[in-house]
């Protein structure tokens, strides 16, 4: 069984599907505890779900590494196997990324090296392309450009807006992330064998 912390920072639907996937006693793997950055509205799932939540908010430390320090002291409470970033919005400082890769994802809505940053659907969008895509990574200390584990592409259909194209792709995210996750708590994957560092 692979025990997962999941960190957010926003609705949390991506989460929500993999905690549905857990839900099957066949289902390899169980979220033990989800993480925040802020008030996130998808920590209400951990009531949903019955699993503990934890909030480290940003803003009230005096420097992301010391806000860094204390996530990771409340992520290595879980013990867990693997952490997933889903939709969590803040970049992680070096040493936490260091303790944790390379088994530490995160989902991304483009097709990396395409759009990397906080804005891969807005910049998708705004550059005209066809199509864009869903990416999961290993996180290492760049931004978006960690080794990907999976990734497929999404067309940029006619008169999608951010919101439309963005609802597109993260249905393809959360397929890859709970295929992902399936396949490296079988030794399909193995996140040894994609890290940078
Ligand atoms: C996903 O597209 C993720 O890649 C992006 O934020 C979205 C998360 O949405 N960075 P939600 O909080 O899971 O609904």
């Keep these: 069984m692979l025990n997962l912390v999941v960190l957010i920072s926003g609705a949390g639907s ?11 006693a066949e289902y390899p793997a169980r979220v033990v505890a989800i993480g925040a950055d802020r008030d996130a509205d998808g920590l209400e799932l951990g009531e949903e779900y019955g699993i503990s939540t934890f909030t480290v908010p940003f803003t009230s430390h005096p420097s992301r590494e010391a806000w860094g320090d204390e996530l990771l002291a409340q992520i ?14 803040r970049l992680l400082p070096p040493r936490v990324v260091a303790a944790l890769t390379p088994n530490l994802l995160n989902t991304h809505p483009a097709y990396l090296p395409e759009f990397p940053g906080a804005h891969g659907v807005r910049d998708a969008l705004a550059a005209g392309v066809a199509e864009t895509g869903a990416s999961l990574i290993v996180v290492d200390t760049g ?22 194209l963005h609802e597109r792709i993260k249905i393809v995210e959360r ?10 708590a079988n030794g399909h994957v193995d996140l040894k064998e994609h890290s940078h560092i």
């Design 143 to 164: 931004v978006d450009d960690g080794p990907v584990i999976a990734q497929e592409r999404v067309p940029v259909l006619p008169g999608d807006t951010q919101a439309s």
């Design 175 to 184: 397929r890859l992330l709970v295929q992902a996750v399936l396949d490296i």
């Design 76 to 89: 290595q409470l879980w013990d867990a196997d693997l952490v997933v970033l889903s939709g969590f919005m």
């Design 14 to 24: 991506n989460l929500r599907s993999l905690l549905e996937a857990c839900r099957d």
